[in-house]
């Protein structure tokens, strides 16, 4: 690579929900009440009330023990909070009050990586490579990206004033920009040189499928593609409508995308029909090109792509329709619900595992490329943690040892946590697993780089097709997914309803 530059891009920690209804099962409330644990809980609610060094208010008490309660359960349930359940819904709807600036942080500085087009931060002149250095007279040196992002939000209309060091002026450059509402784009596309095409989606939001489809139907104008690469590097995951309508983009219709499997309930089965992917709209797949389902595919992946990448990873995996290419995934194989406990917040709840076409569970294990490609020629650069490597997370009902929630090595999680040293644009000149993704698919050799040999523990595409041979036979009940709608699992309605 010809000029790397240090800068760690921020991401969405890993293992955003599948965002569901709350089912109507989960709305029952048990009328065996454990009232000898409710009691103590009550004696010390008291005795911290009454006798604490500083005055706590009862709310401020209450939601602590909920915070609790559902925080110790897995990495993925939680309690949300007034401001969480709003940056939910923010996540899940794809739009905000902001500025439209992508920003990065490089040697304790907040980096500007590219500002959205026609957003107000690009219609005031912000640029790449400028640093942000204050927000309102304030030093952003040294601040997390996640404090800086809060400040960077607002309201639509609101007035914030950034003071940015550029190269070319010698001194700081002010901004005054007017917020407004932001559109986040999860799908990027281009032609590429051999009639390649490139997709990327950076997040499974609402209208990820429909933008796809829009993608592929503009990439495939003019001269037929070769191939097609797919990105869902870093893709963090997020609704399972929106993974059920990509994976239709690619495979036939009503085959079997992903399973779900809740406690004490039927197996769930999701299909590539519209009902599942666009249940409240009309059907953005119909029109669709017929090359999509049979252009040579690449999918990338790597250790940041999650839960809803994994479904799609793993289906086009299960049915041959693509080679997956990168290193082995996160390994986030179970479901959240999002479940308002009023209008202003709620709790994300793990309720089921989620199991490919071929029936694997990709929990802790994740999704094992065909093809392993490092990160850069020289290695890899990502080091996130992984779900195994998360404190009490589920474990793969499948491996041989399933019966105790894992344990977080810490030095390892605080080693992985580290900042790589240096940093490349997907889709770039830079991006050497898309080399090799296109060299795949140009009948040239494919260069793996350095690898590391690592077995998850679990079963193997290949394992699984052994003991379950007939599991890809799923086609003959077309369109009848059995209770798809009734365990909540199947769109995207808990976050719908609190939509502005």
């Known amino acids: 690579m010809t000029s790397r530059k240090r800068l760690v891009s921020y991401m969405v920690a890993a293992g955003l929900l599948l965002t569901a209804v709350m089912p109507a099962w989960a709305q029952k409330v048990s009328h065996e009440l454990p009232y000898e644990e409710l009691q103590r809980f009550a004696r010390v609610f008291a005795a911290v009330k009454n006798n604490y060094v500083e005055p706590v208010s009862s709310q401020e008490l209450i939601a602590s023990a909920i915070k609790g309660m559902v925080n110790d359960l897995d990495p993925h349930s939680s309690f949300l909070d007034e401001n969480e359940f709003e940056e939910m819904k923010e996540s899940t709807d794809g739009e905000f009050g902001g500025l439209g600036i992508e920003i990065g942080a490089e040697q304790g500085l907040v980096k500007i990586i590219a500002p959205i087009e026609d957003t107000p931060a690009a219609k005031a002149g912000i640029m790449p490579g400028d640093l942000i250095i204050k927000i309102n007279g304030e030093s952003t040196e040294g601040k997390p990206l996640n404090d800086v992002i809060k400040q960077l939000r ?23 920009i007017v917020r407004d509402i932001i559109q986040i784009r999860s799908v990027r596309s281009k032609r590429l040189s051999d009639d390649i095409g490139y997709v990327r989606i950076s997040q499974f939001q609402e209208r990820t499928g429909a933008d796809l489809a829009q993608h592929l139907t503009d990439l495939g104008k003019g001269k037929p593609l070769k191939g097609l690469v797919l990105d869902l590097r870093n893709d963090p995951g997020g609704l399972l409508n929106a993974a059920i309508g990509v994976s ?89 619900v999002v479940m308002p406990l009023d209008d202003n917040t709620g709790i994300k709840l793990t309720t089921a595992r989620y199991y490919t076409p071929l029936g694997r569970s990709i929990q802790a294990t994740g999704i094992e490329p065909d ?24 474990n793969n009902d499948q491996a041989p040892a399933a019966g105790v929630k894992g344990k977080v090595n810490t030095d390892k999680a605080i080693e992985m946590l580290k900042e790589p040293e240096e940093m490349f644009e997907f889709g770039s000149g830079e991006d050497f697993q898309l080399q090799q993704a296109i ?49 909540g699992v199947a769109g995207d309605k808990g976050t719908e309803k609190q939509k502005k």
């Open 154 to 176: 607002g309201e639509p209309g609101s007035e914030i004033v950034l003071t940015v060091k550029r190269s070319s002026s010698a001194e700081p450059l002010d901004f005054k």
């Open 248 to 336: 239709a983009a690619f495979i036939e219709p009503n085959k079997l995308v992903v399973s779900t499997k809740a406690r004490e309930q039927e197996m769930q089965r999701y299909l590539a029909v519209p009902s599942e992917y666009a249940p409240d709209e009309s059907d953005y797949l119909k029109n669709l090109p017929d090359w999509t389902r049979k252009v040579p595919l690449v999918v990338l992946i790597n250790v940041g792509s999650a839960s809803a990448s994994e479904i799609v990873a793993g289906a086009l995996q299960d049915y041959q329709r693509a080679t997956i290419m990168g290193n082995r995934s996160f390994g986030k194989g179970s479901v959240q």
């Open 371 to 394: 093809i392993i490609v490092s990160d850069t020629k020289t290695g890899d650069l990502f080091s996130f943690p992984r779900e195994a490597d998360l404190s009490d997370h589920l």
């Open 439 to 487: 060299n795949h698919l140009t009948g040239k050799k494919v260069d793996q780089g350095v690898i590391t040999k690592e077995k998850p523990k679990g079963l193997s595409k290949e394992e699984m097709e052994a003991v379950n041979p007939g599991a890809e036979s799923t086609t003959d009940d077309a369109g009848k997914s059995p209770n798809s709608k009734g365990d």
